[in-house]
């Protein structure tokens, strides 16, 4: 009886209530009916994107896509011992274009999935791009919605994709490897977002990492190629200008207060051997001033601390006369790398690579407005007064030079 | 009287934060950016000002007719046809702006998630969640501001929180560049938006513990200021001059978040921030035009005229504008002149005639 009452009852529902009912329904038709519905299993994951150009001007594009059955091993197809060997988790693709759009359809074509490049962390331009002027790539990249702004940004002295291309060990794939380095700044951590804020900015000038294949001799196995960073890439508004070696760019990574990972050596005075540094900190403060007579010029205060790694003088460490002499020659090094960076950008590249024109921007705004234009020559004649402050804060190990008999050691 | 529902000031302010905002966090940072460079971080304060007024308008004019709303007691200030055209303009207000509204989340969601879905489902379906939402009452739109004005509000902090280590704190600098005139010029968009508070109009004849009213209203113009500051501060101090070259920064903001490699993508975290709150925006638009016409055509009931005005603002949507470029424009200079004039202008000259008048609804002391 109670059934039969029930029945009746949702029956009733139903007949009353059945053009809810089949609106309701009706919606489920609609709800699976995504029209950008993309499953996984359809996208190619681009890991790193490469720009380069052929010798006929033709646009380049290769990207490095994530190959999910090679990087998925896992205990089940791989129950042997040698678990860990992940190459080939990648694989690369190039396509040409007389631009990067058509270039990417061109790409899109020889895949069997969408391209999907929201996982594209590293950008690599090549040198020919580069001098050809990046401006066309950036003004895409921050346009077509995948790309990440977070994306990191380097230039090789080659072709980009002869970085794509190498197969890292100890990551799973180039792109993993660049970002790892880039964040270990060894050059210049630069995004997407950075380098537009770069080229737009006051200066209208950028500064990118170099990266290249180096070739590394094993002693019993054949050569391999591996990524490194090789010092910095200067671009005048969107071309590049020069690139400069690791060396070179130590005094430009520290006047853009970019320095982090570094080693110092140096001789002391009346001493034979040397004494190394390890940086700990660096920062660079400016301070811009525009005299009553019209003089433009910059201070800059340069502070770094820095522990003892290594001292092969024959002198006690520990003494307050050998960290003195220790701190007078590391900042004798210091003033020289960034005198010759600052006359290398004043005189033979004429370009604002360190910002300047930003500060004189912000603590100038009127004498700036009026000066604009005429700042490639303010900059060339620029005086600019370095301070250097050294300080090393610990000595490592040992308080006594290692490896030498102990009447030979001075004790100052 | 047509709503039988009534919403306590808390609501009403949970109602109020999402009108505001949900369209202003992804465009005012890079509209205000554009006149008034990067001092724009304090246009929004100027702006609040603007808010202040339009409370005071709302405020003053429901003291005199505390049972009215502006549909109604525009009849009894300007007399019968006058007060009708004032009414019938603002229904029309209502349908445009609402149209505006939805084309802006229809574009959004366009823009950023799903290029290939037609426009009409995008807005469509959130329409029609939107009428359902009004058809309920007033009460059950105040219960979902809440429910979803919460959500939204603790996503936007997350996002905001997460972008501090990425600051670069001397993008404020210079202080007024180019003088102060272009601060003022840039503090026309944020002004237009707070303007909307003059909605509150139409919804204080239903809030509860009316004593508390003003001092609600007062804190929820500070909240949304206060927003609105932090939105462009952390935009400004992430994206600094180049701020204006991106359609929406705040979504530039929320994909530049990574930490750790694996906290990283949060863009859909701006989406469903936008989503939750233009779903609160329109529904009380929705139910504002709904309640002003059938007021305006003296009928018993708003529910009937729900689904046809849900329908003709999807419509009105297409109307407005024809792609992206025009709405920007649309939210340009002469946007934002025609929303302060039909949110501050015509209710403060209707204040003005009342004080003039002496109008009072009988019942109020």
């Known amino acids: 009886m109670n059934v039969w009452k029930t029945g009746l009852k949702t029956g009733r529902i139903l007949v009353e209530k059945g053009g809810l009912i089949t609106l309701i329904l009706s919606l489920l038709l609609v709800l699976p009916g995504c029209w950008d519905r993309k499953e996984i299993n359809d996208l190619a994951i681009v890991l790193a994107a490469g720009v380069d150009m052929t010798p006929s001007g033709a646009v380049e594009l290769s990207a490095q896509i994530f190959i999910p059955r090679a990087a998925g091993g896992g205990p089940q197809g791989n129950t042997g011992g040698s678990g860990g060997n992940v190459t080939g988790a990648t694989l690369l693709r190039k396509a040409t274009g007389k631009d990067i759009d058509e270039a990417i359809i061109e790409l899109q074509r020889k895949l069997s999935r969408y391209l999907f490049w929201g996982h594209s962390e590293v950008i690599v331009f090549g040198k020919a791009v580069a001098d050809k002027g990046i401006r066309p790539y950036l003004d895409f990249f921050l346009r077509y919605l995948q790309f990440r702004e977070h994306a990191y940004v380097y230039v090789t002295p080659g072709r980009a994709i002869s970085v794509l291309d190498l197969q890292p060990l100890l990551e799973r794939s180039t792109s993993e490897e660049l970002r790892e380095m880039g964040n270990m700044k060894l050059g210049m951590l630069v995004t997407l977002k950075r380098l537009t804020q770069m080229i737009e900015g006051d200066s209208q000038s950028a500064v990118l990492t170099v990266v290249d294949p180096v070739s590394w001799r094993q002693v019993n196995k054949p050569a391999q190629m591996t990524t490194a960073i090789q010092g910095v890439a200067v671009f005048d508004k969107d071309k590049l200008a020069s690139m400069l070696d690791s060396r070179e760019a130590i005094g430009l990574l520290l006047l853009r207060n970019e320095l982090e990972t570094m080693n110092f050596s140096f001789g002391l005075q009346d001493t034979e051997g040397v004494v190394a540094v390890h940086l700990i900190r660096a920062n660079a403060r400016f301070t811009p001033k525009i005299t009553p007579f019209g003089e433009w010029r910059m201070e800059v205060d340069i502070q770094v601390s820095g522990d003892l790694i290594q001292n092969t003088t024959n002198t006690n460490n520990m003494s307050n006369d050998f960290i003195r002499k220790a701190k007078e020659a590391w900042k004798l090094q210091l003033v020289e790398s960034v005198e010759s960076s600052l006359a290398n950008a004043q005189k033979r590249l004429q370009i604002d690579v360190f910002d300047f024109a930003v500060l004189f921007r912000k603590h100038y705004p009127r004498e700036w407005a009026k000066n604009k234009q005429q700042w490639d020559t303010i900059f060339r004649e620029l005086p600019v007064d370095v301070t250097v402050r050294t300080e090393i804060t610990r000595v490592g190990k040992s308080g006594l030079p290692q490896g030498m008999p102990a009447d030979k050691i001075r004790k100052k | ?365």
Not at chain 2, 158 to 179: C, D, H, M, S
Not at chain 2, 207 to 222: A, F, Q
Not at chain 2, 250 to 271: G, K, N, P, T
Not at chain 2, 336 to 358: D, Q
């Open chain 2, 1 to 365: 009287m047509m709503e039988q529902g009534r919403i306590p000031p808390l609501q009403m302010s949970a109602i109020m934060f999402p009108t505001i905002l949900a369209t202003a966090v992804l465009s005012v940072p890079s509209v205000t950016m554009g006149y008034a460079g990067h001092d724009m971080w304090m246009t929004p304060l100027l702006a609040s000002l603007v808010g202040l007024l339009a409370i005071c308008i709302a405020y003053r004019l429901n003291i005199r007719h505390p049972q009215l709303t502006p549909i109604e007691f525009s009849v009894l200030i300007l007399g019968k046809v006058p007060g009708k055209l004032f009414g019938l303009f603002f229904v029309f207000y209502l349908v445009q702006l609402n149209g505006t509204v939805l084309r802006e989340y229809g574009e959004f969601i366009l823009s950023a998630i799903l290029p290939q879905t037609p426009l009409f489902v995008v807005m469509g379906s959130l329409m029609f969640l939107c009428a359902v939402n009004v058809i309920s009452g007033l009460e059950v739109l105040g219960r979902t501001a809440v429910i979803l004005t919460t959500l939204m509000a603790a996503l936007l902090t997350i996002v905001l929180l997460l972008l501090i280590p990425e600051w670069r704190t001397n993008e404020w600098l210079p202080f007024a560049e180019k003088g102060v005139k272009p601060i003022f010029k840039g503090a026309v968009a944020p002004a237009s938006w707070l303007s909307e508070y003059f909605f509150l109009s139409f919804v204080l004849p239903f809030v509860t513990k009316r004593e508390r009213i003003w001092r609600v209203s007062l804190i929820s113009l500070g909240v949304t200021t206060f927003t609105m500051m932090a939105v462009n501060i952390s935009c400004l101090f992430l994206l600094g001059d180049v701020t204006d070259r991106f359609v929406y920064p705040m979504m530039i903001a929320a994909r530049y978040i990574s930490y750790a490699d694996f906290l990283q993508h949060l863009e859909a975290v701006i989406i469903a921030i936008w989503i939750t709150g233009i779903l609160i925006k329109i529904s009380f638009f929705l139910y504002l035009t709904a309640l002003s016409a059938a007021q305006l055509l003296q009928l018993k009931d708003y529910r009937p005229l729900v689904f046809p005005l849900a329908f003709l603002t999807v419509v009105f949507s297409f109307w407005v504008i024809s792609n992206q470029s025009e709405l920007a424009s649309q939210l340009g200079a002469v946007g934002n002149l025609y929303t302060l004039f039909a949110l501050i202008l015509l209710p403060g000259l209707l204040l003005l005639v009342a004080a003039i008048r002496k109008s009072r609804s009988p019942s109020s002391e």
